[in-house]
């Protein structure tokens, strides 16, 4: 085989290929952060343990037995999205989301062979667009377009193969005759180039090897498919790429089509890869959560709006009767407060405490939750459409299938979380639907560099200007702390208040205003240790 010159992008091998045939200096374009070309990482294409949500909706607005009404906002995207079945956190699901691949496929072409391919003029104008790398990298642009023109050079930057996406490092040039052709390689210094192979019979002869080599680790941040690992069924469609190509059996992808999946696929591969080391566990009580777990319905959606996924809990009483309407408690940070879901059972199911549905609201399982960064994501920064994801998605939804006590309904957040709850309470005046009569802000650590740096926090401390719109708050609140948590965050305060001082001044701005129905509630702890002991009291104390 014959080396040719070093190649830093994929665009350029294309025109590397062409214009060595006629004597012209093969292209060279550096590519962002190096040489991210491709996929041999690990595991074969996920199925799911999870059957689908196709229960047909007789409405989208959803009447309680008491008269009010939510109406469902989910787009198409967000309910075809929502799977449901038993179960899984006591299988750890974070053990496998956590260490395979993030592989992705394609619905909507899913039935054949189908490239990508640029024409020359749509190839010259990324060149123009990429003009100063290629001068830098000691190029000529306008010498390469004109070759492209010249020999009418065709790039295809990428391959999807009955749903499976494919890179350009092993793919058939336009019009291929089963002539000589050239793969992607690294040389002893990671950089990469292209080598040729003579005809298709030699293709055939070293692409078993060539599939060894892309699964080395040397070549670990290069993708031959963003779909599979399965060296086997690479194979098999590496081959069906070509006999589509030389047969002309194939069909034409919109451009970007792969650009699109890639940044996709590596946006959420090297987030994992990089959080290999972080602890993505739930905390859980085996024995309390098994002795429950048929009681659990376990929920996936999708919010177009944070683009993210999101896992539900929704725990019923033992003997639950679906003609019956129940209170709802829902609990953010899924994480921790799941392991709480099977003490406020007990009280339930030995008769202590009012009857309710608990609804426990955790990020995908890919996702570290008790990461800070993870978490402020959601309850400080995009605070407003987590909270149309909760108000105006996820319970209009659920209330399709359940019948909730709107009034007696809780949503319930601690730390962050706490952060999140106080808006949620002090911006519920801003929507139709009114899904909670209660809230129970927790330890709000409006101190929280997380906090500190929103965009709107000078609004915090007027409480989103709920009380400019408003004459008072007609909601139930409890405010809850430990009397001992200040200890345990003090350095971040800084000029902020303290959690217990935020407790104060908080409970004080509500019942200024005529409030008589805001609690606070502190309990001899630190700043989380009283929450299950808080959620319990709670629950025993509703409607008594």
């Not at 539900?312 to 899924?334: E, G, Q």
């Not at 009380?467 to 003090?490: A, L």
């Amino acid at each position: 085989m014959t080396s040719m010159k070093k190649i830093r992008n994929k665009a350029a091998l294309v025109c590397a290929m062409v214009l060595l045939a006629s004597g012209i200096s093969a292209c060279s374009k550096k590519a962002e952060g190096g040489s991210v070309l491709g996929t041999s990482l690990a595991s074969q294409e996920e199925e799911s343990s999870f059957t689908e949500d196709v229960e047909e909706k007789k409405s989208a607005i959803i009447t309680s037995p008491s008269g009010k009404a939510l109406v469902n906002h989910m787009s198409e995207k967000e309910r075809a999205s929502v799977v449901s079945g038993p179960l899984q956190v006591l299988d750890e699901p974070w053990v496998k989301a956590t260490t395979e691949p993030s592989y992705i496929t394609s619905d909507e072409y899913n039935d054949g062979v189908y490239f990508e391919i640029w024409e020359p003029e749509t190839l010259n104008k990324d060149i123009e667009e990429h003009r100063e790398e290629y001068i830098e990298s000691g190029q000529d642009p306008d010498e390469i377009m004109a070759a492209n023109i010249q020999y009418d050079v065709h790039y295809i930057p990428g391959a999807i193969v009955d749903g499976r996406y494919y890179n350009d490092i092993v793919m058939p040039s336009f019009k291929y005759d089963k002539g000589p052709g050239y793969y992607f390689a690294l040389d002893d210094k990671n950089e990469g180039y292209v080598e040729e192979y003579k005809d298709y019979d030699e293709l055939l002869k070293i692409l078993p090897d060539l599939l060894d080599m892309y699964d080395s680790e040397k070549y670990k941040y290069i993708t031959v498919s963003l779909s599979t690992s399965d060296k086997e069924l690479m194979k098999k469609d590496i081959i069906r790429m070509f006999e589509a190509m030389m047969s002309g059996n194939y069909k034409l992808l919109p451009q970007n089509t792969y650009a699109e999946a890639e940044s996709q696929f590596w946006e959420k591969e090297l987030n994992r890869r990089q959080s290999q080391d972080m602890d993505y566990s739930w905390e859980l009580d085996k024995d309390a959560v098994a002795a429950i777990k048929d009681q659990v319905i376990e929920y996936h959606l999708h919010d177009d709006e944070l683009d993210r996924d999101f896992v539900v809990h929704v725990t019923l009483p033992k003997n639950y009767d679906s003609t019956k309407t129940y209170p709802a408690i829902v609990l953010t940070d899924a994480v921790w407060r799941f392991n709480d879901t099977a003490k406020i059972m007990k009280e339930i199911d030995e008769g202590r405490a009012v009857p309710h549905i608990v609804i426990s609201i955790g990020q995908d399982y890919s996702i570290c939750n008790s990461d800070n960064v993870e978490r402020s994501a959601v309850f400080c920064e995009g605070k407003e459409k987590f909270l149309d994801f909760i108000t105006d998605n996820l319970m209009p939804y659920l209330s399709e299938i359940y019948h909730f006590d709107y009034e007696n309904t809780t949503l319930f957040g601690h730390s962050l979380g706490g952060v999140f709850a106080h808006y949620a309470l002090t911006n519920s005046d801003r929507y139709e639907n009114q899904p909670f009569g209660a809230y129970i802000v927790g330890s709000p650590a409006f101190w929280s560099p997380y906090s500190t740096e929103m965009s709107d926090y000078s609004e915090q401390i007027r409480d989103y200007g709920f009380f400019d719109r408003n004459e008072t708050i007609k909601k139930k609140i409890w405010i809850t702390g430990g009397t001992d948590e200040d200890e345990d965050y003090k350095e971040y305060f800084g000029d902020n208040d303290s959690t217990t001082e935020v407790i104060s001044h908080l409970n004080e701005r509500i019942t200024s205003h005529g409030c008589k129905t805001c609690e606070v509630k502190m309990y001899k702890s630190h700043h989380y240790q009283y929450i299950p002991e808080m959620l319990v009291e709670y629950v025993d104390g509703v409607g008594k």
